[in-house]
């Protein structure tokens, strides 16, 4: 799922009212606060999406022709997206 702005936005204040309430993290600047959540936000995505990327390019580069949304494309998709978040350390 591709976040969009309204989206990111929308999490950072979670986010940061989450961390107030419990107490974990206090803003006295509230517009600088959310600038640097939303900033987080968006470098996750943005590394989400290229993970995505690497994992559909992985699959399409096999020999064999695996369809989309069959459950073997499913597994793969899985396995190397799972694999590509762990070397990047995301």
Known sequence: MRLTDPRISHLSHRLRNALRMEGLADFPDE???HREAKAVLESYAGAEEAVDAFARD????????VPEGGREW???YR???EEEIARRKL
């Not at 992985?58 to 022709?65: F, Y």
Request: aromatic share 12%; glycine share 0%; net charge positive.
């Open 74 to 76: 499913e597994i793969l």
């Open 79 to 81: 396995k190397y997206f």
């Open 58 to 65: 992985r699959i399409s580069r096999l020999s064999r022709k």
């Open 31 to 33: 517009p600088a606060a």
